[in-house]
């Protein structure tokens, strides 16, 4: 089966960086993909890793180790429209549809 | 808007009622997904179909019981529910056969049992 771990809650400051952790286990992996969900609203995709290393989208970037099973979304220059639950997902490999299994989410607060 | 269309987004039914939600997508998807979220709770998978053809059940009650009439739409069908299965449904959609796709999401049902 699959479990990722990640904080429950992180804050920080408008116009900080801030780095949300997410570890998993899974039988077989295909990738670590980031999800944002404000309150009300549908989680939309953010970033997806198969390979090691860091991946920059603009303001987002995402990281990935395999060997560690680690991976984390770094959020630069922080406005307040980024609070919002973040999530971690892997695909789950034991379907062969292998749907998206998601972290519990790190709800992240900015403040002035 | 993630062109994935769910109705209602507020439903508030009893114990003994019978109730549906619906989901509908024009992406040209051929995966489609039901989760369930409560507070403090990750994403729960509860069922996934693949061309219209359920492929898992991640051991959900009887009491919920879906339906992908064609690869655009997608029932949950609810009767005799519990307080307990007071959450947000969410529905999602994506390609299949490619696995670094996003899946997108509706904005959910927000149902309350009483």
């Known amino acids: 089966g699959q479990s990722l771990e990640q904080p429950s809650e992180v804050t920080a400051v408008e116009g900080a960086i801030v780095q949300i952790n997410c570890t998993y286990q899974t039988s077989g992996f295909y990738g670590l993909s980031w999800y944002q969900q404000h309150d009300g609203g549908a989680p939309t995709f953010l970033s997806y890793?198969?390979?090691?290393g860091l991946e920059e989208t603009g303001r987002f970037s995402s990281f990935l180790s395999r060997s560690d099973s680690y991976g984390y979304l770094l959020l630069q220059e922080l406005q307040m429209k980024d609070s919002a639950s973040y999530f971690c997902a892997v695909r789950d490999r034991s379907s062969g549809n292998t749907p998206l299994v998601f972290g519990k989410g790190t709800r992240l607060s900015v403040i002035a | 808007e993630t062109g994935v269309t769910q109705t209602p987004r507020h439903l508030v039914m009893g114990m003994t009622n019978k109730k549906s939600l619906k989901c509908e997508q024009h992406l040209g998807h051929n995966a489609m997904y039901w989760y369930k979220q409560s507070a403090k709770k990750p994403l729960e998978l509860m069922f996934v179909y693949s061309l219209e053809e359920r492929v898992e059940n991640n051991s959900v009650p009887s009491r919920f019981s879906p339906e992908c009439p064609n690869s655009s739409h997608l029932f949950l069908h609810l009767h005799t529910l519990q307080p307990e299965d007071s959450a947000l449904y969410l529905c999602a959609s994506s390609p299949t056969g490619t696995l670094n796709t996003e899946a997108f999401f509706g904005q959910g049902t927000r149902l309350t049992v009483v």
């Open positions: 890793n198969a390979l090691d």
